[in-house]
């Protein structure tokens, strides 16, 4: 079964980083899936927020993302970061990891808190 992990959210004031992991099944890695962070603020849908090929090196962010964040994947541990950077109060909200194609084995996320 296909399993997401995700860890390191936490309250940051704005300016400030965070680094969040997320350890997913072998499975992802073996079979070459792409791996990606969703952000989901309050009463929103979940948005696209980094998009890495695991492989390759391969990334994607949104235009509105660029610079901010930096996706990386250790391979060897079935693991991607998500260094965030410059946060500000719309970054809060739970953060999901997930591939393309989709897993419906959603992990339980990571809460990120941006407040003074």
């Known amino acids: 079964q296909v399993q997401f992990v995700e860890s390191g959210g936490g309250l940051v004031q704005p300016g400030g980083s965070l680094r969040l992991s997320c350890t997913a099944s072998?499975?992802?890695?073996?079979?070459?899936?792409?791996i990606v962070w969703y952000h989901q603020a309050p009463g929103k849908q979940r948005r696209l927020v980094a998009q890495?090929?695991?492989?390759?090196?391969?990334?994607y962010y949104p235009e509105y993302i660029k610079d901010r964040f930096i996706i990386t994947a250790d391979s060897d541990k079935n693991t991607v970061f998500l260094q965030m950077r410059n946060l500000n109060p719309d970054d809060s909200g739970m953060y999901y990891c997930n591939s393309i194609p989709l897993s419906g084995s959603w992990g339980q996320g990571t809460q990120v808190t941006v407040s003074s």
């Open positions: 890495i090929s695991p492989w390759d090196g391969n990334i």
């Open positions: 072998e499975i992802i890695f073996s079979e070459r899936r792409h």
